[in-house]
Every structure is written in structure tokens, then in C-alpha cells.
């Protein structure tokens, strides 16, 4: 018997506010200027869905400590610019949230985010009020995604089972972490990462952030 849904859980970069394109922009161009030229497929599959301190490690040790502190500073510099100069919800998503809200449906965020960045887009975008005392970040964890403490945590915070939570999720590392808290989750192919990519048991992968509401309501999203 599959577990009706109780709680929906938001990643917030690329899933709440369209703000991926831009982290990928920016840390494509920093790591070009420290010695590591990236594609942007490249640049999606080893620095998005990971939080901070898991790029961190991965930048210090291509590149070392003095580097991957100074890309740090830069990128949370460059990224805030960015989203200053015009950040927007991703298409769709208000009108999903609005509905979601009418089926009555607990919504909270579970982002590898900082909670100072997440103050920051989602207040940009009109979008923190929804969500406000509800933001779990991956800092607050002992692991990052793709490890399933976040998702864990989020679920434990709002008192619901984590087999009647689904994660949307727009990354690899994303979708894998709500596998492994066993969790259901729908991957958002309308961003920068492949359908493909998203792609996996106890998974429904939709590419336009308007079709969220039905497919909850629906009970599209299996367990297998």
C-alpha cells in the first residue's frame, strides 16, 4: 500500500527560484579563472544539488585551500549580484504553490543552501513569507546530498513519516538523497540538468513546474 502524501518538501535553487543558470554562469567562469575550464554539462554534473562545503572540499582539492576559498567569497559576491540584477520564481511555481496550498498540503524547503543565501532568493522573489519557519538547510546536517540526513531532518522537523514525503528536486545528487531517505521524489527536467539525470526508482520526472499540482493530487508519484 503506498503511503498518501503528508508533506511536500521544495529544493529551493532551480526548483523555487530560477537561480541554477546563474550559479552554473558564475562558477563557470570562476573556476576558468583559477586553471579549471569547465563545460556547463560539466559544471552541472560536479557542483549542482551539493551544498558549500562539499564543493568546498572538491575545489580545495583540485585546485587547493587559497583557491577554493577565494572562489568561495567571489561566488557568494558574483551570485548575489546576479540575483539582484533580476532573479524570478521558476516559471510556474507560484501558481503550483497556490496550488498546492488549496489541497490543504504541508510544503517546506530542504536546500544545500546556506540560510543566508536562501534569505536572499527567496526573499528576492517574493517568495520567504510561504515558506518562513518551515527553510532547512544542509548546514545544518552532517551530510550533504546526495546523503539523505537533510531530507531526514526536514521530515523529523514537520512530525511527518518520511515514506509520505515527496522532494521535488531539480539535480542528481537531489533525486538520490530522497531515495535514500525513502522518500518519493519528482525531478523538475525543466532547468539545467537532463531528464536522464534525474531519472531513477521512486521517481517521476515532468519538465513544467505546472503540472506539480495534479500529479500530487493524482498520486502520480510511485514508490519502485
Not at 526548483?15 to 586553471?35: K, P, Y
Not at 520567504?128 to 544542509?138: P, T
Not at 545528487?173 to 521524489?185: E, K, N, Y
Amino acid at each position: 500500500m503506498i503511503e498518501p502524501i503528508d508533506l511536500v518538501i521544495f529544493d529551493c535553487d532551480g526548483v523555487l527560484v530560477d537561480s541554477e543558470i546563474i550559479a552554473v554562469r558564475v562558477v563557470g567562469q570562476l573556476t576558468a579563472e583559477l586553471g579549471w575550464p569547465l563545460t556547463e554539462a560539466e559544471v552541472v554534473e560536479k557542483f549542482v544539488g551539493r551544498s558549500e562545503a562539499a564543493n568546498h572540499a572538491m575545489l580545495a582539492e583540485r585546485l587547493g585551500e587559497e583557491a577554493a576559498t577565494l572562489f568561495d567569497k567571489r561566488f557568494r559576491e558574483l551570485h548575489a549580484e546576479a540575483v539582484d540584477a533580476g532573479l524570478t520564481p521558476v516559471d510556474g511555481l507560484p501558481e503550483a504553490l497556490d496550488a498546492l496550498a488549496g489541497l490543504g498540503l504541508p510544503m517546506c524547503v530542504a536546500s544545500s543552501g546556506t540560510h543566508e543565501k536562501m534569505r536572499h532568493t527567496l526573499g528576492r522573489t517574493g517568495l520567504y513569507g510561504r515558506f518562513e519557519g518551515r527553510i532547512h538547510s544542509a548546514t545544518e546536517v552532517g551530510r550533504g546530498k546526495p546523503a539523505p540526513d537533510l531530507f531526514l531532518h526536514a521530515a523529523r522537523s514537520m512530525g511527518v513519516d518520511p515514506a509520505a514525503c515527496v522532494v521535488v528536486e531539480d539535480s542528481g545528487p537531489g533525486v538520490a538523497a530522497a531515495r535514500a531517505a525513502g522518500m518519493r521524489a519528482l525531478g523538475y527536467a525543466g532547468g539545467v540538468t537532463a531528464a536522464e539525470r534525474l531519472a531513477g526508482p521512486g521517481t517521476v520526472v515532468f519538465r513544467d513546474m505546472r503540472e506539480l499540482p495534479a500529479l500530487i493530487a493524482a498520486g502520480a508519484v510511485h514508490q519502485g
